[in-house]
């Protein structure tokens, strides 16, 4: 490979995925893939070097909070206590979506800000490390819950819907069609579409990005992107609503039936309504590499999460209204102002949360976030099946708790024993069968 090149074994390119990436490849492949399967429990002298001069480890931290308010905010249903604003905060996990996506363009950025990608090979080698990330861990989830196709085939859906449903699915393109974006056999794969979409234009937008000059048109484009995001949804609850609807999409789970509407599903899962969110991420990493001196960031972030948990929480009463109205759209890309600044302090550091964050406990817990977000379609079977035998909505907390905590474990072993050696094996064949063989001068 080139010398250009040197830097494409770079380890993070999802928002689930370690921050804390490779910097350059190692010749021994056999001693870089022991240090991957190691630095998931702890940090090795190399994570700890690079995680001290990126100033990023916070960010590992705050992606597996934002990952288990996902999956608490999935499993609601069985989340009901005595404090009221502690279980609606807790069935606001939607809200967090649009974190990650920022999550992913910031790091993406931060990992491939140097690279210029001028050449197809460096292109075809980002887009296959890519999938060589998320690929193994996607593939195995799927076949974990193969059980469920049953609820694709049982359906209403037309035989066509059904069967490019099935094969979309398969290879992570199911958001495209917004009639088989839930019915597939692991409702939650639906991002891996956007992900990959915006994947495939990075080269291109990180091109215009870079092209930014100054930290105020950085902020222009933030807002613009921001206006792309938000706009369609203030739209859609202003001029369509929920009741004037053309198709109803109904999704089947374990134990429970979710309706929504067609176009609420194309804003929610669609690519092109979601890669506005990743390229504001994209824009918030260019400020942050200008390491400009702002002085009040840490104060900013700890306020703006605490105003996002308290907004989540139903505080103030007439918040919680508009979100049981339905106006759940404009709650997930209206709190992107406040996850940008969140963004950007944990980045420089500053403020309680960031000292929070930056613990060695979640920053590892972060590096296997992606594989919780990914296999927790098997909570529904616990929660759906054995919940009704040992009645374990009588113990929502114990019984999250104890989900959580499986999930965890789950995803330790997958990654250690599983993603990660596959995802090592697979790049190590993609450097002697396709790079070495067409791309050698």
Known sequence: MDNNNNNSTQELHSPFSSTTSTREENNNNQQQDNNDNISIFINSSRDKQESSNNRLKAIDGIRFIFAVFIV?????????????SITTLFTRGSTAVDMFFMLSGFIIYIVYENR????????????????????????????????????????????????????????????????????????????????????????????????????????????????????????????????????????????NIVKTSY???????????????YIMGMYVAKIYTRKINLKY????????????????????????????DGYELLFCTGFAPFYAIILLGISYEKGLLASLLKTD?????????????????????????LGRIYALDSMPILTMTILIFSLIILALISSVFYEIPLQNYLRRKWKENVINRYFTL
């Not at 699915?169 to 495209?176: A, E, M, N, P, V």
């Open 263 to 277: 176009w609420y599903t194309v804003l929610h899962s669609h690519p092109i309504f979601r890669i506005s969110g």
């Open 361 to 385: 406990t979640l920053s590892n817990l972060g590096k296997i976030s992606f594989s919780i977000y990914i296999y927790q379609s098997l909570g529904y079977f616990l929660l759906g099946y």
């Open 116 to 255: 210029d990608f001028t050449s197809w090979k460096e292109i075809y080698t980002f887009w296959f490390y890519q999938v060589s990330r998320i690929g193994p861990g996607y593939l195995l989830a799927l076949l974990l819950n193969i059980y469920k196709l049953n609820i694709t085939w049982t359906s209403d859906m037309s035989f066509f819907h059904k069967f490019i449903g099935t094969i979309l699915t398969l290879i992570g393109q199911q958001s495209w069609l917004p009639e088989t974006t839930l019915f597939c056999w692991n409702m939650f794969s639906w991002s891996i579409t956007c992900f990959s979409f915006a994947w495939f234009l990075f080269p291109w937008t990180k091109r215009m990005v870079k092209k930014s000059s100054t930290i105020y048109t950085d902020l222009f484009y933030l807002i613009l992107f921001y206006l792309f995001s938000f706009g369609p949804h203030l739209f859609y609850y202003k001029f369509i609503g929920e009741s004037s609807a053309s198709v109803d999409m109904i999704y089947e789970g374990d134990f």
């Open 297 to 324: 960031i840490g104060l900013l972030t700890d306020m703006s999460f605490i105003f996002v948990l308290v907004v989540c929480g139903g505080v103030p009463r007439y918040v919680s209204q508009w979100y049981r």
């Open 72 to 84: 608490i905010g999935h499993y609601h249903s069985f989340l009901y206590t005595n404090y009221p």
